[in-house]
């Protein structure tokens, strides 16, 4: 993997879509880690393919904060929908993003199934959240911003 830092810069970063894509995200994310912390035979009684994907979205979340968060704050705190700033992300963790949000989809099916309690993510807010994962990765392989086109709630 490569350590090389990219500056990316994020154009219309809908503020409360982002939160409601964040408190969904955390749901799911809270009851994978039941998963994971669940002892051998309830993880036995789980489809095997949850208990791949609670694993590997652990694994994945390790090192996946991205938003300046005090940036974010004080765009609240100006009264501002949307703001815009840039980050700095290794190179090569574009793929392990998609990888990421893919993962999420797929855990969203087992919410839509019942296997998860949790509901699954809004279309709205799965829109954002693949604009901005697709952000990220189309700019650190040298692609122009392109700031958020979809509704901002």
């Known amino acids: 993997m490569s350590d090389e830092l990219v500056l990316v810069r994020i154009v219309g970063f809908p503020i409360e879509l982002s939160r409601r894509a964040a408190r969904s995200r955390e749901a799911v994310r809270r009851e994978l880690a039941l998963i994971q912390f669940s002892d051998a035979d309830i993880r036995a009684t789980l489809?095997?393919?949850l208990?791949?994907?609670a694993e590997a979205v652990r694994v994945l979340l390790s090192a996946s904060e991205i938003v300046d968060l005090d940036e974010v704050q004080?765009?609240?705190?100006?009264g501002s929908a949307a703001v815009?700033?840039?980050a700095r992300i290794p190179?090569?963790?574009?793929?392990?993003?998609?990888?990421?949000?893919?993962l999420f989809a797929e855990a969203d099916e087992f919410c839509t199934s019942g296997d998860l309690i949790t509901l699954a993510m809004a279309p709205e807010c799965r829109a954002f959240q693949e604009w901005f994962v697709?952000?990220?990765?189309?700019?650190l392989d040298g692609g122009a911003?392109?700031?958020w086109g979809g509704a901002a709630t």
């Open 47 to 49: 489809p095997a393919r």
């Open 145 to 147: 911003p392109t700031p």
């Open 91 to 102: 190179r090569a963790s574009g793929a392990q993003l998609r990888e990421l949000v893919e």
């Open 84 to 86: 815009s700033f840039e």
């Open 134 to 139: 697709d952000e990220i990765a189309r700019q």
């Open 74 to 78: 004080a765009a609240i705190q100006r």
């Open 51 to 53: 208990v791949e994907v």
